[in-house]
């Protein structure tokens, strides 16, 4: 081999040599961005995890929070519902008695008290839902009887007036007794269902 021969291949080999180094080189540094690039993107997903995280924490305060807020205002709509069936009781017994000083008074038969008190419950629920065509053929029954009280008692107007008022009033408060007692069964079961799913939202979030 001559000397052109000799350095044509020297040649070749520092060709191949820094090639070599450069395509090593490219590939170390195509690796060292490959590496970056996924640390960042860990870095980032843990950061994501980490708000994530923290956002469904503080999701789960705010419900429970409200949970207890609405647990307790609950508990104080109770509390005052109780308080007013007791007032409610305490009238209607006063009512009550007032009508059976009436009735004492006047000698009357209770079976006509009776039908008066139906009648004054079908008036109460016909003004509930707006019903004229009923409140005034219930006003117009009502009437007819106590012209009929008139004629059959033969005491003052005044007093039938106030008999027929004082029962009214005794029909009133047993009604609204009535409606508080559907409340507070209604409200029972309402509680029962919130419980429940307050435990198992509990649960699936321990």
Do not use: W
């Not at 291949?9 to 970056?36: C, F, H, P």
């Not at 419900?63 to 104080?76: C, D, R």
């Amino acid at each position: 081999m001559g000397v052109s021969s000799s350095k044509e291949v020297q040649l070749y080999k520092e060709a191949y040599s820094d090639i070599r180094d450069d395509t090593r080189n490219a590939y170390e540094r195509a690796m060292g961005n490959i590496k970056d690039a996924y640390a960042k993107a860990a870095e980032m997903s843990k950061e994501d995890l980490k708000l994530k995280a923290q956002e469904i924490k503080d999701k789960q305060e705010l419900i429970s929070h409200g949970i207890a807020l609405l647990e307790i205002q609950k508990s104080e709509i109770k509390e005052l519902k109780q308080q007013l069936e007791e007032l409610l009781k305490e009238k209607l017994f006063s009512k009550e008695t007032e009508l059976d000083n009436f009735i004492d008074k006047l000698k009357l038969n209770y079976r006509g008290i009776i039908q008066l008190k139906e009648l004054y419950q079908v008036l109460i629920r016909a003004r509930e839902n707006f019903n004229q065509d009923e409140i005034d053929a219930v006003n117009s029954r009502i009437e007819e009887m106590k012209n009929q009280a008139l004629r059959d008692i033969g005491t003052s107007s005044t007093k039938i007036r106030e008999l027929f008022r004082s029962c009214e009033e005794v029909v009133e408060l047993e009604e609204r007794l009535s409606k508080i007692c559907q409340q507070q069964y209604e409200a029972r079961q309402e509680a029962a269902q919130t419980a429940t799913a307050v435990r198992d939202y509990r649960f699936r979030n321990s």
